[in-house]
């Protein structure tokens, strides 16, 4: 499947099928490049959402990233620990991890952000005005062929998931390559996730990671509704029968 899918991305945008999959993506948003064009802008400092709505320890974790000169330190420098209810988080440029209690659960929920980094890169309006444009419209087209059951949606999918990983390899193209604004994404995901982290910790949170999160009660409606007005963001949600948990690395959910 993933052999069409990357065929099928050429075909869409008369593009060489040599490559990964990370490589077409980067091909495709050059296809809407001029010679002048660049992700990245002349400002290199990291973009704080405006929309957070963290307690004083949450706000205070905000701070001592974004306090951070990304052009003089180093991205582990970046490197913390929370601790809320019984979750212990890890926070990082590696992303978001952190469980509460090894054991067996039954009759979990599952919470994630769709399409979390693409979403980022268009809600804190990152990276380059050119590069939002062709992005903003890869990812409505993609709404639309889903809408419908085209294949071309899972060809699309490619672009906006594969380009966080060349916005900060040094082998992208220098128009892609874009470190700091890969770390932006990173971080102001992670903070997202800790907003609802703190609002939900009543409900038992098992498990977090990049994207979402795991809890053994159901969160209120009206904290979802909230956090998605707020944030723009929209969540998934669905039943897990089994949670297996080890940590946050090693667990197997059905």
Known sequence: PEQKTRELLAQMYSITLTGGAAKLA????????????YIRTGN???IRPTNLLLSAR?????????NNDYAKSKPSSMDAIYDIADLKLQFGVGGLHGYSKSGIYSNCYDYDVTSFYPAIILNCKLGS????HIYNQIFDQRVSFKETNDQ????LKLILNSIYGKLKSEYSDE???APHIALNICLNGQLYILDLIEK???C????ANTDGIITEKPIPQEILDEFMTRTKFKLGTKRINKLILRDSNAYYAE
């Open 26 to 37: 980067e091909k495709a948003i050059l296809k809407g490049f001029t010679k002048e064009d």
């Open 44 to 46: 290199r400092s990291l």
């Open 58 to 66: 949450g706000t205070a974790l905000a701070d001592s990233f974004f």
């Open 129 to 132: 005005l050119i590069f939002r």
């Open 152 to 155: 071309r949606a899972d060809a």
């Open 175 to 177: 128009r892609i390559f």
């Open 200 to 202: 939900v910790s009543h």
């Open 204 to 207: 038992n949170i098992l498990l």
